[in-house]
């Protein structure tokens, strides 16, 4: 079976997994260690404060098992800012979210033991000298690793301010995803309004526009995950391409949306459209739409670290998650 988020969200139980799991972690408040969320939705969000981007990365059912999926996303890429919200979702069993790899705890940051369905939110700044790449792991189980990475770089267009979690290239044989986060310049992060985006992929090579879709946020800025799957991918796991899911919260802050698809299947220049169509019902002020580039290798400089397991390639840096061949997708694939 596989269990990545990316299927777990994508299948027909997405609204219920959604519904049941994630926002009673949110609302329930079961955790005991201050290092955690005491429940408060507003946590992310109170007056005064900038609104944050909510990301998740679940601790998998049966995480404690070696060679199954651990971190449902093991290469994870945000843009400086976000908040990242780990929540063991593996029932009867602690982890931890900690870093550097086992036996060398760097101490940039520790969950501490995480009960089940304790959630653990770091927020990637530079002030909390979390730029770059980190590996992390869990004290329990040294087994389970993972890296995450994110990045400073800003483009600011004519509307918006565009950043992605690995800067403006993006290597696909090294992260498989990258959140993207589109700031409207000059608006406030607190719209009462629901904002209704439209965004594109555009290839520049043979400018096919390789997808279109629209979303709505309730936040001012727009924050979307692309994930890169093959159609091979795809169709050796079940779904279909492309695929959305998300946004990771959808009351009173902003959480990530996510897309899925073969749209980097070839290295070179992609275009990247974004516009904000109504807020409310209204359409804005004036126009707000960007273009933006991101260019995609696919790194030669890392390809001897690329792992494959069984139908699904990967991602590889040193502490990528592996498979032991048991038919587990990888956690890097999606
Ligand atoms: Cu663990």
Redesign the pocket.
Known sequence: MFFSKFLRIGSPGVTLLLAAVIAPLLLSGMSTNSLFLNGNTNAYAQAGQEARPIYFININPG??AEGTQHYSIGNTAVPAGTTVVWVNNDEG????VTSGTPGSNTGLFDSGEMPFNAQFPLTFTSASGLIGEFSYY?T??PF?VATISSNEAVERGQSFEFRSGTGPTLDVAKNNRTLLAFNPIGMSVDQPDVMHYNFSITRNSDNQTLYAEEFDVENSAFWIELIQVSQSEAQAAGVNIPLRFGPDVGVDYTGAWHAAGDFFSQPGDYTLGVELMTIGSNPPPQPMRDEFTMSVVSGATTATNATTAGNATTAGNATNMTTDGGGEVLEGVF
Request: glycine share 0%; aromatic share 0%; proline share 0%.
């Open positions: 995480a404690s069993v602690r982890h931890t869990c329990l189980h389970m």
